[in-house]
């Protein structure tokens, strides 16, 4: 069975810093993309950011680009998320999401992904 598992979520004040983790288990995932999504109350889940294998390349969210940074270590098949400057419009229920196919491309279509966490929750207060 496939599990992703996110932590490191929590409340934290503009400024301020978090890093999420995401831990997959039931198969490897070293050949997949793996990126975060978030989504706040009312709105619709949102890409964030989302890393290959291929090429180690990543891609963001214009709208965390330059203070969020997505990492993986394949060896413990985790990925992290690291968010720096935390603005009060970031505050969401974060997930972790894996694309199912080897070898397949960024996206940042929700319905491209095809396993999902549960969510850690990020508030950031102003």
């Known amino acids: 069975q496939v599990q992703l598992v996110e932590s490191g979520g929590g409340l934290v004040q503009a400024g301020g810093s978090l890093r999420l983790s995401c831990t997959a288990s039931?198969?490897?995932?070293?050949?997949?993309?793996m990126g975060w999504f978030r989504q706040a109350p009312g709105k619709e889940r949102e890409f964030v950011a989302a890393r290959s294998w291929v090429g180690d390349s990543t891609f963001y969210a214009d709208s965390v680009k330059g203070r969020f940074t997505i990492s993986r270590d394949y060896a413990k098949s985790t990925v992290y998320l690291r968010m720096n400057s935390l603005k009060p419009e970031d505050t969401a229920v974060y997930y972790c999401?894996?694309?199912?196919?080897?070898?397949?491309?960024?996206?940042?279509?929700?319905?491209?992904?095809?396993?999902w966490g549960q969510g850690t929750q990020v508030t950031v207060s102003s």
């Open positions: 999401a894996a694309r199912r196919d080897f070898l397949s491309q960024i996206t940042r279509n929700v319905d491209d992904y095809d396993y």
């Open positions: 039931g198969r490897s995932f070293s050949r997949n993309v």
